[in-house]
């Protein structure tokens, strides 16, 4: 059974498909859509990114895009929020709403600097210790996205 989603999470150019199935699980779990901007690192006809998903992928609302440039094109009218650890403002500082767009970079690269540089008012962090560069992005994910949830009230 699919769903209207609450939110809508971006993952530009990810690498790795267990992260990406492990997202595509939490978004069955909050009813959000899943965006995956080209080029991925993986197939997704690969078996981890499947093993990961378990068996949610047939009601996993997500859609694949070629570039940033389409994506930005067939997202909500929304503007979305780009996480990345240079932000200076915190995830909980802010109010989501229903329909949001929540992007995040690659595992390895995060966000380019040429998307963050034209929406510096709209990137975000999530607080973390020095000692850790960043938070895996399927538990970058899982946070947010359960915040967003809270703050719209969705019992999902």
């Known amino acids: 059974?699919?769903?209207?989603?609450?939110?809508h999470v971006v993952?530009?150019?990810?690498?790795?498909?267990?992260?990406?199935?492990?997202?595509?699980?939490?978004?069955?779990?909050?009813?959000?859509?899943?965006?995956?901007?080209?080029?991925?690192g993986f197939s997704m006809e690969e078996r981890m990114v499947r093993r990961a998903g378990l068996d949610y992928w047939?009601?996993?609302?997500?859609?694949?895009?070629?570039?940033?440039?389409?994506?930005?094109?067939?997202?909500?009218?929304?503007?979305?929020?780009f996480f990345t650890k240079k932000a200076t403002k915190s995830y909980t500082d802010v109010t989501f709403e229903k329909d949001d767009v929540l992007v995040f970079g690659c595992e390895t690269k995060g966000l380019p600097d040429e998307i963050l540089g034209t929406h510096e008012d709209r990137c975000l962090r999530i607080p973390i210790r020095e000692q850790v560069?960043?938070?895996?992005?399927?538990?970058?994910?899982?946070?947010?996205?359960?915040?967003?949830?809270?703050?719209i009230n969705s019992n999902v």
């Open 1 to 7: 059974m699919k769903y209207e989603p609450n939110l």
């Open 58 to 81: 047939p009601h996993l609302e997500f859609e694949i895009v070629p570039n940033w440039d389409v994506a930005t094109q067939k997202l909500p009218v929304r503007k979305p929020w």
């Open 133 to 151: 560069r960043s938070l895996n992005l399927s538990n970058a994910v899982a946070v947010t996205l359960f915040e967003a949830l809270r703050q």
């Open 11 to 40: 993952l530009y150019e990810p690498e790795i498909p267990q992260n990406t199935g492990n997202i595509g699980r939490t978004c069955v779990a909050t009813a959000a859509k899943l965006w995956l901007v080209e080029p991925l």
